[in-house]
């Protein structure tokens, strides 16, 4: 049973424009979310992560929200550009547990110069 | 600084052969995972070492797949009498601190990519 959702696939977004990445999860126990990009035959690099006791994070070019209520955060791209271009997870994980990481199934982001 | 590090980088089996992976993790970390990543899915928890101390084996499919890391710091994966649905990317990460609760980053090698014939 999948406890973190990406239900998009694939993304094209145009340069400079903002992308916007979306991520469900199941699991109310769940207090800490991350992203991770991607690229072909590498692994998984982070990007950035948020606490559920906040609500935003923001670094740099990357930011990313959490709605509680909804389970949902997004992480916001802007401006995009052609090396943003990859494939990117959202991740899950419980602090006071392992810290082991549950995964999404990724979406792979598209930036068109 | 080198990162994680993990070899072979791709490795074919025919059904049945055993193999063993291998994950170098960043020098000093104390937390090593490995995870699963079937094609089109994302990374699945396998199972997590706290120095040499397998703490958690939960994510392991079978009693066919055994983890080890004997001196804390790099660790080996073996897959007895592999099977097709072996095929895969394993991943290891590895991660500063151990004690929770933890936000570490986990850094993640480049996989291994497993294909069974």
């Known amino acids: 049973d999948q406890q973190v959702k990406q239900n998009s696939p694939s993304l094209s977004v145009q340069e400079g424009r903002i992308s916007i990445l979306n991520c469900d999860y199941t699991?109310?126990?769940?207090?800490?979310f991350l992203w991770y990009k991607k690229y072909p035959a590498e692994g998984p690099t982070f990007l950035i992560s948020i606490s559920s006791i906040k609500d935003k994070n923001e670094d740099g070019r990357f930011t990313v929200f959490l709605n509680k209520s909804a389970k949902h955060l997004s992480l916001h791209i802007v401006p995009s550009q052609p090396g943003d271009s990859a494939v990117y997870f959202c991740?899950?994980?419980?602090?006071?547990?392992?810290?082991?990481?549950?995964f999404g199934t990724g979406t792979r982001l598209t930036v068109i110069p | 600084g080198a990162g994680v590090s993990q070899s072979p980088r791709y490795k074919v089996a025919k059904r049945g052969q055993d193999v063993a992976l291998r994950c170098d993790p960043i020098?000093?970390?104390?937390?090593l995972f490995w995870y699963q990543q079937a094609l089109g899915q994302g990374p699945e928890f396998l199972t997590y070492f706290q120095n040499e101390a397998q703490l958690d084996k939960s994510g392991l499919p079978s009693d066919r797949f055994f983890a080890e890391r004997p001196e804390g710091s790099v660790s080996t994966l073996k897959i007895q009498r592999t099977q097709q649905e072996d095929s895969a990317v394993y991943l290891c990460a590895s991660s500063v601190r151990g004690e929770v609760p933890s936000t570490d980053t986990q850094y993640f090698g480049p996989g291994t990519r497993l294909t069974v014939l």
């Open positions: 699991n109310s126990m769940f207090d800490y």
């Open positions: 991740a899950a994980s419980v602090q006071t547990g392992a810290n082991n990481l549950f």
């Open positions: 020098s000093g970390h104390v937390s």
